[in-house]
């Protein structure tokens, strides 16, 4: 699977849709027309549905902090 940032997964749903009304595409991909329409806006992330219609993964990015302490001598 690939990754994909938000305009790049934008413009691979555009592509896809043709000349498919939201509604249609958006029954097809397995989601509903106003959610599929908050994603292209940027209003709303992409879901495992759309990714998995597309076979892309979603993106994790996981940051740790942690404070060391010394002891007193």
Do not use: C, H, W
């Not at 555009?14 to 509903?32: N, T």
């Not at 940027?42 to 979603?58: H, T, V, Y």
């Amino acid at each position: 699977m690939q990754t994909f940032d938000d305009d790049q997964l934008n413009a691979i749903i555009r592509k896809g849709q043709r000349e498919r009304s939201l509604r249609a595409y958006a029954k097809e991909i397995g989601v509903s027309a106003p959610y599929l329409s908050d994603v292209l806006r940027g209003n709303r992330n992409a879901g495992p549905k759309i990714l998995r219609f597309f076979g892309l993964q979603q993106r994790k990015v996981v940051t740790v902090t942690y404070t060391v302490t010394r002891k007193k001598k």
